[in-house]
């Protein structure tokens, strides 16, 4: 079975849409665990801010056939086919990893954005802190730490929520 870990994001009816997209996520894959929840600002427009956590899941699925899977449940959830880049989100499941796989065509393994954006990077290494990225052969935890030394004078607004108890009803 694969490890994949999936990023999840939503700033429209956040509670909701990260609820319902966590339960459909555990009902398609093997649940293994998650990160904490944390709050983020919205990347390249204005707008809500954004709730946004890693997942790790085990699958014998295909990495396209994950994708599709992801793709599935945004649209079940509200999410647009095609729609802008930066603009708001119902829901957001992105393929970070898929075990050590490394390919180019979608989904882009290892993503891209790991190492561009906290809201990736630091609940990654919360949940996989030890494994190393497959092209940098570094820890995502030593790469989290490099991440926040590089950006200490301009740090992406993130922070962790500390009430997430709606997520387990």
């Given amino acids: 079975m694969a490890r994949v870990f999936l990023g999840i994001g939503s700033n429209t009816d ?10 459909a996520i555990a009902d398609s894959f093997s649940w293994c665990r ?12 204005s707008g ?3 709730y946004n956590l890693v997942v790790e899941v085990e699958t014998n699925r295909s990495a396209t056939e994950v994708l599709a899977e992801c793709k599935r449940i945004e649209q079940q959830n509200g999410r647009v086919p095609g729609s802008a ?3 708001p989100r119902t829901l957001d499941i992105d393929v ?3 075990d050590d796989m ?16 906290a809201f990736v990077l630091w609940p990654l290494a919360e949940i996989a802190g030890n494994r190393l990225h497959p092209l940098l052969e ?18 992406q607004q ?3 929520i500390s009430d997430t108890s709606w997520l387990d009803n």
């Fill in 14 to 23: 956040r509670e909701k849409h990260i609820r319902a997209g966590l339960k």
């Fill in 34 to 45: 998650r990160s904490r929840l944390f709050r983020s600002v919205s990347v390249g427009f």
């Fill in 48 to 50: 809500s801010d954004f």
């Fill in 85 to 87: 880049k930066y603009s």
């Fill in 96 to 98: 970070l990893l898929y």
């Fill in 102 to 117: 490394i390919r180019e065509q979608q989904p882009q393994l290892p993503r891209g954005e790991i190492l561009e954006n």
């Fill in 138 to 155: 570094v820890s995502y935890q030593q790469l989290w730490q490099q991440y926040q030394e590089m950006h200490k004078h301009a740090p």
């Fill in 158 to 160: 993130l922070e962790p």
